[in-house]
């Protein structure tokens, strides 16, 4: 019983300890209008070795967020063209190693 009640305590520790990264706009499936200055909204906890975000559109360059405390967090996202998109925002350590922590999303642009 003292280890089950010790358990539920810890687990919601150990998700904290884990981070999380939620994109909050574009929403999954949405459709944005072409060149209207659509920004990408997330939340984020950085996982124990995290250090910073990088956002990649359509397999680009990423983009290099640095500043993800206090979120909710934006970015501008580049001039899209006519179609289907999709963002990854993948968490980095200082070194840029992915750490595996990420969140994608897919959506259009008429």
Do not use: W
């Amino acid at each position: 019983m003292k280890a089950a009640l010790a358990l539920a305590l810890l687990i919601p520790q150990l998700a904290l300890a884990a981070g999380s990264i939620t994109i909050l706009s574009p929403k999954e499936g949405a459709t944005l209008a072409s060149g209207s200055g659509d920004k990408l909204e997330y939340n984020v906890t950085l996982g124990p070795s995290g250090n910073h975000l990088h956002v990649y559109v359509d397999n680009q360059d990423p983009i290099v967020d640095r500043n993800v405390s206090g979120c909710p967090c934006s970015i501008d996202l580049p001039d899209l063209a006519s179609g289907k998109h999709v963002i990854f925002v993948k968490e980095a350590t200082a070194g840029h190693v992915l750490t595996g922590l990420q969140s994608k999303v897919t959506f259009s642009v008429k």
